[in-house]
């Protein structure tokens, strides 16, 4: 059991490092705040970028992607950065070990 956990840990880490890429940040139409902070990451953001939202109501539904830290200016929080790990690996963790009790249970004999 070590072994999967050390190895659904990996994957959770992997996973929640990419995800910024994975998601992509809706909004349907202008805000009306002047904060242009967008929240990046998955399954809670933990990354915040700063980004030009446009006026004109023609742009929206707007979808704004994750662009590369060098471009833009990005912030880092750390504590829902490991929330998001622990969260993945927890649902990682269970539907692998379900699937390895399934899949290593042995048939058992009828009893006569």
């Known amino acids: 059991m070590k072994k999967i956990a050390f190895y659904t ?3 959770a880490i992997a996973f929640t490092l990419l995800s910024p890429k994975f998601f992509t940040v809706y909004f349907e139409k202008p805000t009306s705040s002047n904060d242009n902070t967008v929240s990046f990451g998955g399954p809670i953001p933990y ?9 004109k109501i023609e742009d929206y539904p707007l979808e704004v992607k994750f662009q590369s830290i060098k471009e833009t200016k990005t912030s880092f929080s750390f ?3 490991l ?3 622990i969260i993945t690996f927890i ?3 269970s539907i692998f070990s379900l699937f390895i009790r399934f899949m ?3 048939v058992q004999k009828e009893e006569k």
């Open 9 to 11: 840990l990996i994957i």
């Open 47 to 55: 990354l915040n970028q700063t980004v030009q939202l446009s006026d």
């Open 79 to 81: 504590v829902p950065f």
């Open 83 to 85: 929330f998001s790990i």
């Open 91 to 93: 649902l990682l963790f």
């Open 104 to 106: 290593t249970r042995g």
